[in-house]
């Protein structure tokens, strides 16, 4: 079978299939979980390479890589041998009591990846367990519960990072219980094109008003600032080049460590193994794709902050039930040795360019495009109004078209105005071509909003 096929439809979207389990999903999930309406959702038969096919045999290409998880591909054959192999000695194994051997080589191999000193690694299963991690670590070795994070800023829903979260639609309805030592600062702006100098300025602002924080901290609340290198579901943002080293100077003045959320810029997805990689952490947060579609996080930080935790005595005071299960572990060290081995990074380095240099051709005379900004297979494109506000409907409507075409898409930003691609980076390059196209014909039959 070909691997880089494109869409073929079957059926009206969603399908009948699809349809009727959504109706039985109503029934069965809470409410404010599974998005039910115009075109969503589709229900998942199966998946390959960039290709996902619904219950009503509908064939997608996917620009998502399921919520950047799948990076080498839906069902990566090398990681779906390993996971079989793994199955057959050993599924599950006691984390934090009894652990597998798999889990120690995977910490010896991230901590050989790892810039810099980050060597000690906290596992969990989804993004908010790292965060959560990281945040805890800072705790016992500063002393300080506060944390500055950033407008615009996703970390997860889990209670400890939700604190951290930006949007309110997450936040306010538990807000009384959260940690009420965090602070949002704005995100500087991003540094493409002709907003380059503007992006330096908006970084250098950023920069003060971190340093002002930390300096005007009466009560000597704040441990850590928490950062994306890239905002991503804030909108896909691409800071100044200034702004992770001018943060890490100041942490190091101000006595605070920099936890960096590398959960859906790292391994690769940027061209580079890491998104900071001009700076070095204090704590490292990695997942989505780290075990190729299994659940799999760690929170990676330096021996000197991660000695704060105590020698266990038989009780871990940071642990689930599943740390460093084995079969994820074992897809995470085939993850890692494939990206080494063929070399990923640089192809995504490449390819990334040409997608980005495509969409901005290709997009470059359709109305309400206000910016193309990205690297690697992290783009974003960003709607505007004709009056010039975040055109969000145009988006959003958008994306339910392209799932009608067979395009699965998202939406990124505060106002739902940035169509993020993330696609798998086995996207062919008819799929590519195809993408663009389907892109510019469906922006052009979509009518900029007033």
């Known amino acids: 079978m070909r691997d880089d096929l494109l869409p073929q439809l079957r059926t009206a979207i969603p399908g009948p299939g ?14 404010d979980t599974t998005y039910v309406g115009g075109a969503f959702p589709l229900f998942w038969e199966r998946a390959r390479g960039c290709n996902v096919w619904d219950v009503d ?16 591909g839906h069902a990566n054959p090398e990681v779906t041998e390993v996971l079989q192999r793994q199955s057959r000695e050993l599924v599950h194994a006691m984390g934090d009591v009894h652990p597998s051997a798999q889990k120690v080589r995977l910490a010896e191999a991230l901590a050989r990846l790892t810039p810099g000193d980050l060597e000690v690694s906290i596992f969990g ?22 944390v500055v994070a950033f407008e615009g800023a996703y970390h997860g829903v889990g209670y400890g990072a939700l604190a951290t979260t930006w949007r309110l639609h997450f936040r306010a309805p538990f807000a009384d219980q959260l940690n009420p030592n965090v602070v949002h600062l704005p995100y500087p702006g991003h540094a493409d094109g002709a907003a380059r100098a503007d992006a330096a300025t908006a970084a250098a602002r950023a920069l003060e008003r971190v340093d002002a924080q930390l300096r005007d901290d009466p009560s000597g609340c704040f441990g ?12 896909l943002i691409v800071p100044h080049a200034t702004f992770l080293p001018g943060l890490r100077e100041i942490c190091d003045r101000r006595g605070r ?12 997805r ?26 799999l996080s760690v929170c990676i930080g330096r021996r000197e902050v991660m000695e704060h935790w105590e020698r266990s ?28 081995r063929d070399a ?11 997608l980005g240099s495509e969409l901005r051709d290709v997009l470059a005379r359709v109305d309400g495009v206000r910016e193309i900004r990205g690297r690697g297979y992290l783009w974003g494109i960003e709607l505007a109004t004709r009056a010039g506000a975040p055109d969000g409907r145009r988006a959003r409507s958008l994306v339910q078209h392209a799932l009608r075409q067979g395009w699965i898409l998202l939406v990124a930003g505060s106002e739902g105005n940035v169509l993020e691609l993330a696609p798998p980076f086995v996207l062919g390059e008819r799929q590519r071509h195809a993408a663009c196209t389907a892109l510019r014909d469906m922006l052009q039959s979509l009518p900029q909003s007033a």
């Open 18 to 31: 699809s349809q009727a389990l959504a109706v039985r999903l109503q029934h069965s999930e809470c409410p």
């Open 57 to 72: 045999a509908n064939r997608f290409v996917d620009l998502t890589a399921a919520f950047g998880v799948c990076t080498l």
């Open 125 to 146: 299963s989804n993004g908010s367990d790292a965060i959560e991690a990281a945040l805890k670590s800072a705790k016992r070795a500063t002393g300080r519960p506060g």
């Open 224 to 235: 850590a600032v928490l950062v994306e290198p890239i905002l991503g579901r804030g909108g």
């Open 257 to 268: 460590l920099l936890i960096v959320d590398e959960i859906f810029t790292g391994l690769g």
């Open 270 to 295: 940027t061209g580079r193994w890491f998104a900071s990689e001009a700076i070095v952490p204090d704590l490292l947060c990695v997942g989505k794709s780290l075990a190729g579609g299994l659940p």
């Open 313 to 340: 005595c038989g009780e871990a005071r940071h642990t689930s039930t599943f740390l460093g299960n084995p079969l994820a572990c074992a897809a995470a060290l085939c993850m890692l040795e494939l990206l080494e």
């Open 344 to 354: 990923w990074i640089e192809r995504v380095a490449t390819s990334g360019a040409l």
